[in-house]
């Protein structure tokens, strides 16, 4: 008999990362990740296809970085913070001190070939002083 994949749900296409063929994202501490183990990824109810985790880092909100919101949904730490505070204040005690894990998938079979980009103009960061090459 076939095991039963965990589903990982996503209800917005942050950085429209779900089109690329590798994608992080930012969960709850809990041992249902696990490197190595597949799963189905959906969006908004809808199967997209299946990924398998390819790494997975523990930190906590105190610890994240530019580098981490930015490639995860595309938005500055302040807004990050901001949301994910929002989105577990129901789920756990104190979001500020939870652990959370920083995970990469790869996509091992994609069901849709494009995720329709659902991302918020606003949410987009104003980067004017970022360096340029000349």
């Known amino acids: ?4 994949l965990e589903t990982i749900r996503f209800n917005q296409n942050w ?3 779900l089109n690329c063929s590798c994608f992080t994202t930012f969960r709850l501490k809990s041992s249902k990740y696990q490197v190595n183990k597949t ?8 199967f997209l296809g299946l990924a398998t985790i390819k790494g997975l880092r523990t930190t906590t909100l105190s610890r994240v ?5 930015m490639l995860d949904c595309g938005l500055p730490v302040p807004q990050f913070v901001n949301m994910v505070k929002i989105m577990y204040k129901n789920r756990c005690k104190d979001p500020v001190q939870q652990e959370y894990l920083f995970i990469l998938l790869r ?6 070939s494009d995720v329709e980009y659902n991302e918020k103009k606003t949410h987009q960061p104003q980067i004017s002083n970022a360096p340029t090459r000349v």
Not at 39 to 46: D, F, S, T
Not at 107 to 112: A, H, L, T, V, Y
């Open 1 to 4: 008999m076939a095991q039963q």
């Open 107 to 112: 996509w091992d079979k994609k069901e849709i």
């Open 65 to 69: 970085n530019d580098f981490i919101t």
């Open 39 to 46: 799963y189905r990824i959906e969006l908004n109810g809808k």
């Open 15 to 17: 950085n429209n990362k």
